[in-house]
């Protein structure tokens, strides 16, 4: 089945005149009432920090997994529990004025775009979708329907990276020339698929887990909980996962596009797990804070980042477990992920940064350090953006951009070693065996 029908065959009829939130949001005293769609792993703190606003209420949760929807309504007893998202919003779209999607990479898009047709304002975890097809669908329908969006990268909101991104705009490190960003996490997995099947514990719906993917045989610790992320089905490898944090704050700074090359280094590929380990190089157009061409390489896996004499440190000091390093014509800037200041290096030694101009023109305070304060902040933006007193700084129209940059990367890898062209314009690569990973197809469930 293919995406639109999916839209059309689930979108619920209602006889309510559904307004997106930020036309009632200039109300003082309305409640913004939240559904939350996947409340285990990371959807219990996102559920905790947007139920942390005194102007939340809760009213829907939903879980595939009944231990997790049991939990999290043992926190919301006034909320109604449910394992389908459909069957939720057929019953309580009138009720429900903002949605929240934690869910597993491949569901991203069928629960946000459903949730948008009814006009709700939708804060989705990243990376917003699991193709490239699906990211362009949401950013589209979100700004036809002109609704609050955020995607879920809260260190966006965090005070380290707000001052990288000025410090880069004043132009400390001159124009930026090359980024190297770097985790050695793995989220890939060499390995063959599992043989066999395992029984599906009590507690799982299996069917509405896989949802719009291929329906296949249920095994332990493969898929659910976490382990999707290393599978081609479902998530995006490291590069979805740590990467969508650490590219953010240099792709914001330096205001850049989508890529017009890419290429992966890894290992061939098997259709089933991520691999383990990738470097990937992008070229990106000039923006005013950049040289004619930015070059940027992601390091992934055990060892990562291997030794380059662009990430050497003053006094030999050991490079971040994961960050992320600007080159430019008069020095270098390194962002540590995080929670820790930028550090500014000129000809081999730190320099310190002066943080007053941007305090004495407003832009930013005194460098924060309280990070369970910085942490609610996103969550917060998003539904004061609902109640019309804010404005979120990771629109669908941004998170857009720097998810499909990822996914390209993702791509890549299919592709190992090779230079692959993308037409932003076209939404196409000129390798046309590569454009057949932008989308894929949508399974009735
Ligand atoms: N922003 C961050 O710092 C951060 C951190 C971790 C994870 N994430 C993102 O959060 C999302 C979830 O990751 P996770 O690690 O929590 O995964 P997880 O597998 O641990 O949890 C996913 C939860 O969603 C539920 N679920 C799965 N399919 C569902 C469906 N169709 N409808 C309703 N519930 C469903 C699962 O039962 C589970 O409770 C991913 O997109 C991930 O990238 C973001």
Redesign the pocket.
């Known amino acids: 089945m293919k995406r639109r029908d999916f839209i059309k065959n689930t979108a619920v009829a209602s006889s309510v005149s559904l307004l997106p939130a930020q036309i009632w949001g200039s109300s003082q005293e309305k409640m913004l009432r939240t559904a939350h769609?996947?409340?285990?792993?990371?959807?219990a703190e996102d559920l905790k920090s947007i139920s942390s606003h005194e102007r939340v209420k809760v009213v829907a949760l939903?879980?595939?997994?009944s231990n997790?929807l049991n939990a999290a309504l043992q926190m919301h007893p006034e909320a109604r529990g449910f394992a389908d998202?459909r069957l939720m919003f057929s019953e309580m779209a009138d009720e429900i004025d903002a949605v929240v999607v934690?869910?597993?990479?491949h569901?991203?898009a069928p629960?946000s775009m459903l949730a948008m047709q009814l006009n709700k304002p939708v804060y989705c975890?990243?990376?917003l979708a699991h193709h490239v097809s699906e990211v362009r669908a949401m950013k589209k329908l979100a700004e036809e329907k002109n609704l609050i969006t955020q995607m879920?990268?809260?260190v966006h909101s965090f005070y380290d990276y707000k001052l990288a991104t000025l410090l880069i705009r004043s132009g400390i490190i001159g124009k930026v020339s090359t980024v190297h960003a770097w985790s050695p996490k793995n989220w890939g997995y060499d390995g063959p698929p599992p043989t066999g099947s395992d029984p599906i514990p009590a507690n799982?719906d299996w069917n509405?887990?896989l949802?719009t993917s291929a329906r296949r045989p249920y095994k332990d610790q493969v898929y659910?909980?976490?382990n999707?992320?290393k599978l081609v089905d479902f998530g995006c490898g490291t590069l979805?996962?740590m990467g969508v944090?650490i590219f953010d704050t240099p792709y914001n700074a330096l205001e850049l596009d989508v890529p017009f090359t890419v290429k992966n280094r890894c290992r061939k590929p098997n259709g089933f797990g991520y691999p383990e380990e990738n470097t990937v190089t992008y070229e990106f157009p000039a923006t005013p804070y950049t040289t004619e061409t930015l070059k940027w390489i992601w390091y992934d896996g055990k060892g990562a980042p291997p030794a380059h004499k662009d990430l050497r440190l003053p006094n030999k000091e050991k490079l971040p477990l994961q960050g992320a390093m600007f080159i430019g014509e008069t020095g270098r800037l390194l962002l540590p992920h995080f929670m820790e200041l930028p550090r500014h290096i000129v000809d081999g030694e730190y320099v310190e940064i002066d943080v007053s101009p941007f305090v004495s023109s407003g832009e930013i305070g005194e460098p924060v350090r309280d990070y369970a304060l910085e942490g609610n902040k996103h969550y917060h933006q998003f539904v004061d953006a609902c109640l019309g007193t804010d404005t979120c700084s990771a629109p669908f129209s941004y998170s857009a951009r720097l998810t499909e940059t990822i996914l390209l990367g993702v791509i890549a890898g299919r592709f190992p070693n090779k230079k692959l062209h993308w037409d932003s314009e076209r939404a196409i690569f000129r390798e046309s065996k590569a454009n057949e990973f932008l989308s894929g197809d949508y399974r009735e469930f």
């Open positions: 769609i996947g409340v285990g792993g990371m959807g939903c879980d595939v997994d997790n998202y934690s869910t597993p990479d569901s991203h629960a975890q990243k990376p879920g990268i809260q799982l509405l887990w949802g659910h909980p976490m999707w992320r979805g996962d944090h």
